[in-house]
């Protein structure tokens, strides 16, 4: 049922233009991040990997959402220890944007390599252009948070500690990834908590390509120039 409900959305223009009326920010058509799902002690020989940074036995679930909060992609298989960045430069959705199949921008925070398909906030900024950039970028990303609000609050098991086995956990995961979906197409007012969870952002892996994040920082500075400078 996964790809059924769980998929990169076809109408990608009515997409950016959803984000941009959020902030007026432009070309986005998605807002990715991580959010660690509890899970209990997965034993086996080394279960150490599966502790996150915070102590808690953890899956690490990378999801890309779009302006209405709705899963686009989704990746369930990452042990808690795992940096973000890393289950994103093994993800095959960079792969699709490093080969075109896929195009637009999307927003992460700066625990991501900035690329021209993937734009991170600014660490310090000069001027009004890039405080515009800033503020915008915050406003339109905050829609993934949202998201895991969401999620979390309409399937408690997401909160909880999984009480079941690794591969049993991954699976719901994914399962409730379809759920959520299906539950935002007949309703998509009910209540949460969108504060539920909003986590620290990690610094860049070291192991970070270089030239890729040069790349990209170029990029970021032409795209503030065209966009954000009056």
């Known amino acids: ?128 252009a890039e405080e515009a950039y800033n503020r915008a970028h915050k406003a339109t990303r905050v829609t993934v948070e949202c998201c895991f609000g969401r999620w979390k609050s309409m399937f408690r098991a997401l909160q909880n500690n999984m009480q079941v086995s690794l591969d049993t956990a991954k699976a719901c995961i994914s399962a409730i990834a379809v759920l959520y979906n299906i539950k935002l197409s007949y309703d998509d007012n009910f209540e949460y908590d969108d504060n539920e969870d909003i986590e620290d952002e990690e610094p860049v892996e070291e192991e970070a390509v270089v030239a890729e994040q040069m790349a990209g920082n170029l990029f970021r500075q032409q795209f503030i120039r065209q966009h954000f400078q009056r």
């Open 1 to 128: 049922m996964l790809p059924r409900f769980v998929h990169w959305p076809q109408d990608i223009e009515r997409v950016k233009q959803d984000f941009y009326d959020v902030a007026h920010f432009p070309n986005i058509v998605g807002c990715v991040d991580c959010t660690h799902i509890k899970i209990k002690n997965p034993d086996g020989s080394r279960p150490l990997l599966y502790c996150n940074r915070k102590g808690f036995y953890s899956v690490n679930v990378q999801v890309v959402c779009d302006a209405t909060s709705r899963i686009t992609h989704i990746v369930a298989r990452w042990r808690g220890s795992v940096h973000d960045s890393r289950i994103w430069n093994n993800c095959t959705l960079k792969d699709d944007f490093e080969h075109g199949r896929k195009t637009g921008i999307l927003l992460g925070d700066s625990g991501y390599a900035c690329t021209p398909y993937m734009l991170t906030p600014l660490l310090n900024t000069h001027n009004a």
